[in-house]
Structures are given as C-alpha cells and as structure tokens.
C-alpha cells in the first residue's frame, strides 16, 4: 500500500514570546498560516518490522535527527504497530529556514501512518503526539491559519487571511533557534499586538492584517545576520504591502495583494537571492488535501 500527503511551509504572521518556562521552553503567541510551498511525503508498507527514510536533499539526515523518522517512530510505539514503513521525502521548502519544513514533514507521517496503518485516531490526538516532537508540528498537523500558544502544542483555528501572494526570499545562512531564542532579551524585544492580528484575520482585513504583523524574534536574527533587514527593506521599497522574518528566519516574506506587483517583487529578489519563492496562501481545506 502507498500513501502520499503534502507537507506545506508555514508563515508567522505574527510571533511574540512571552517568557521562559519552568521547563525550559518558551511561552508564546504566534498566528501562523500554511501557504502553497510544500514538500512530498511518500509512505509504503514494510514486511521488515523497520523505519527506512529515504530523503532527496543531501540537507537532511535519513535518521532519529530527522524529525519525520522521530514521528513513524512515535507512531510505532503509541499505537504498537507492527511492521514497518519505507518513507520517502522530495523537499521543496528551504532547509532550516524558518518555514517548519522539518516540522510539516513530521505531521505528514502522523497523517500519512495513521492512513497506511488504518489506525483509529483523529487530528486531536496525532496532534498530541506531535507535541512531543517539536513545538511546530501541532499545528503542521492541522494546517490552515491559527493561533498556536503554549509552547506551540495549543492550536486555535483562525479564518484564513484574504487571498493574496505571498514572496519568500531565503538568503544562504544557517540560523540556529536556540541561538536566537538564548540571544532573546524578553523585556527589551519588541511585542507585537497578537490580539489585533487575530481580529483582523476574523475580520477579513487584508490591511488590517499587514499593518499588524510582527515577530519578537526578527531583532535579535538581525543582530547576527544584517541581510535579513536588507531583504525585507529591498521587499517594502519594490512595493511589499507588508514585509516580516518567518520563525527564527532567516527567510524573509511579503504579502502582495496584486500580481504585478508580486511578480515585479519576485524578480527584483531574483538578484539578491538564488531561493526566492512566489505562492499564495492556503485555506484550511486546500492545506491536506
């Protein structure tokens, strides 16, 4: 048996970090949405009780550093499955990019075992055991547009935001989470109004939405990595309706409302970066389909 699942990219609309927990995560707020960038994720049936990943990119191990073999392995053993699953993952969206590439593909496999396997589970409970992966998978396994808090595992469902084009740009750096995340001075950070974004999206407010987009961890990326700023300056100055760092970055996105403008934006970025990326947003439905 054979199944395949999409496994989009996210954005951070908005991402603010409240405080450090006792247990050493951080507490946040972040509105994040899927949009139409995404990797494939190939499952099939094993005799041999065994995981094998099979990864496309030379970026990403075929082992327990992969998240996605950490999610069949999770699966395994919370459901006592017996046999094993060949997995096969064809990456489109950029390597530790701020994109939760790594996360999408991990709640794919939940998905996708919970379908070979004919498990009797719901996304509640596969997004409970991506909990335990990592803070994004949650609402990986969900899809669509929502407000994560917690340390991520807490997923509210949000309207999707009006259609529009989303511009990735990815410049050729590394930037390290932890890094950031230990580099972050909570207090002097800049905050941005979670509550406003939200509206907006329930709203429907296109401009709403762009003037409220923030990221608490955008200034501390900057500190160590200065093109992040010139890329988003490059964005806002060739017509961006809005401009703001994904995660921990160091991918930098627009939100474009008219295509002439998205493709003049696109093209400007084609001289600045090799990975440069032109794709709308997805709604919940088109998300896991």
């Not at 995560?25 to 094993?46: G, K, Q």
């Not at 990864?55 to 499955?81: C, G, I, Q, T, W």
């Not at 699953?85 to 991990?106: M, N």
């Amino acid at each position: 048996m054979y199944i395949m699942e999409k496994a989009p990219a996210k954005i951070n609309l908005s991402l603010d970090v409240l405080h450090k927990r006792e247990d050493g995560f951080h507490e946040v707020e972040m509105v994040m949405t899927t949009i139409d960038l995404a990797d494939r994720v190939e499952l099939s049936y094993l005799e041999e009780d065994k995981i094998l990943l099979e990864a496309e990119s030379r970026y990403v191990p075929n082992d327990e550093r992969n998240l996605a073999y950490l999610a069949a392995k999770k699966m395994k053993e919370y459901f006592s499955v017996t046999g094993g699953v060949h997995i096969k993952l064809t990456k489109h969206v950029p390597v530790a990019a701020g994109l939760a590439g790594g996360s999408s593909d991990a709640a794919a496999v939940l998905r996708g075992m919970a379908r070979l396997f004919e498990l009797d589970t719901t996304p509640g409970e596969l997004a409970q055991i991506g909990a335990q992966i990592g803070s994004d998978v949650s609402f990986c396994v969900h899809g669509g547009t929502a407000l994560a808090t917690g340390r991520g595992e807490k997923i509210e469902e949000l309207p999707a935001p009006p259609p529009c084009w989303v511009v990735l740009a990815k410049p050729p750096i590394g930037v390290s989470t932890k890094t950031i995340y230990q580099a972050l001075d909570i207090k002097e950070a800049h905050h941005p109004d979670t509550e406003a974004m939200v509206m907006a999206l329930r709203e429907e407010d296109y401009e709403k939405i762009c003037r409220h987009t923030g990221n608490t961890l955008e200034g501390v990326t900057v500190q160590f990595h200065p093109e992040v700023a010139q890329l988003k300056e490059h964005m806002l100055q060739a017509g961006a309706d809005a401009s703001l760092m994904s995660g921990s970055g160091p991918t930098v996105f627009s939100l474009v409302e008219q295509d002439v403008k998205a493709r003049r934006i696109y093209n400007h970025l084609k001289g600045f970066c090799e990975e440069v990326y032109m794709v709308r947003v997805l709604g919940a439905k088109e998300t896991l389909d």
